[in-house]
């Protein structure tokens, strides 16, 4: 599926040529996603995981767990696949909540989950910015994917994570 969206992107994605490729009528594709939209968000949200925050004991092995997840997401398909499908988005306003809601908001989840389980434990300061702290930590991965301008190396990423730790840490 992410193939057919890096080759066509969003509009070139269709239900009939996803069942024949598969093998399946379409019929048993609309009885588990009840339209495109939301094949192809099961499709990226496949590919990135939906909790990608593991529980490591620790923040900074959560969030390197995070990035490790967005570095094999933007290795595979969905790195050519992102800027059509970000094209469609702006769009498709129905298929812009859907990729929000359930891929882009189940992450966020999980790794709000992350930061919560650091302030437990007292590792990270009280007064977070943790929504634009997210975006801090994943946004480099989807900007270098977007303009592939840079790689997405694994020092990138321990760089990313080692940033965000700077500026989440208590300060006694």
Wanted: hydrophobic share 45%.
């Amino acid at each position: 599926m992410l193939k057919a969206l890096r080759r066509g992107g969003y509009r070139a994605v269709t239900l009939e040529g996803i069942a024949r490729r598969v093998q399946r009528a379409r019929t048993s594709l609309y009885r588990r996603w009840p339209s495109k939209r939301h094949l192809v968000a099961y499709s990226v949200l496949s590919e990135m995981g939906a909790r990608p925050a593991a529980d490591t004991g620790s923040l900074r092995g959560d969030l390197r767990a995070i990035v490790a997840t967005l570095r094999r997401a933007f290795a595979g398909p969905l790195r050519s696949a992102l800027p059509g499908l970000v094209a469609d988005i702006a769009h498709d306003v129905e298929l812009a909540d859907i990729i929000r809601q359930e891929v882009l908001e189940t992450r966020r989840r999980s790794m709000r989950a992350a930061f919560a389980r650091a302030a437990a434990r007292g590792e990270v300061r009280a007064e977070l910015e943790l929504e634009l702290l997210l975006d801090m930590l994943t946004g480099p991965f989807y900007y270098r994917a977007l303009f592939g301008h840079a790689s997405i190396s694994r020092r990138m990423a321990d760089d990313v994570v080692e940033y965000v730790l700077r500026i989440a840490a208590r300060r006694d």
